[in-house]
């Protein structure tokens, strides 16, 4: 069914469902896209496309949402949500979401459970980190879980619990480093210590 109209009229082209009903007036067994001559879309599994819909991709992933331009939710990431332009949500990543322009979310090697972060800013990326949070530009987490980072160009590895505030902050990376918290700028972390300031000398601080 196509409806349409080329002139001007009073109400809606498409009205669907009776004001005096609560059941649904219409299901969407499939993906749906709303969007003005969409190209490169697709769109699967109850999932919904919203905005200009270039290059927007849903497939394999059950009940997402992606509103804006270029967004990519893939190889099954189920329930997640894709908002601004060129975030890429994908490998297994279940119940997370990215907003902002060129964040990735990629779950690849995370084995014991759904990914579940989230990511918000630009050009952000979380790689096989679960349970993890960024907010801001250009931080990058491997972390394998528990990761914060909030500001700019942070990066973030290590096994567990790392959390950075401020700009430029690198942690300890080391398979088993854990605990290791970085509040300034231009700061190297140090396992199970709190490091502040600015440009730290990690052979004598923090003792």
Partial sequence: ??????????????????????YAAAWFRNGVVLSNNPSGVT?????????????????????CLAVGNGNQILSDSDNCLAVGQGNIIRNNCDNSFAIGQANVIDGTGVTTTTVRSQVLGFNNSLTGSYSSFIAGGQNTVTTNQNAVAL??????????????????????????????????????????????GFRNDTSSYPV
């Fill in 151 to 196: 500001g700019f160009s942070h990066s973030l590895s290590g096994n567990d619990s790392m959390f950075a505030f401020g700009e430029n902050n690198t942690g300890p990376s080391g398979a088993n480093d854990n605990n290791s918290f970085m509040i300034g700028g231009n700061l190297t972390g140090v396992d199970g210590n709190m490091v502040l």
């Fill in 43 to 63: 769109v699967d599994n109850t999932s919904m496309v919203i905005g200009s819909g270039n290059n927007d991709v849903v497939t394999g992933s059950d009940n």
């Fill in 1 to 22: 069914v196509t409806v349409d109209r080329d002139s001007s009229s009073v109400g809606p082209s498409l009205d669907v469902g009776d004001s005096n009903h609560t």
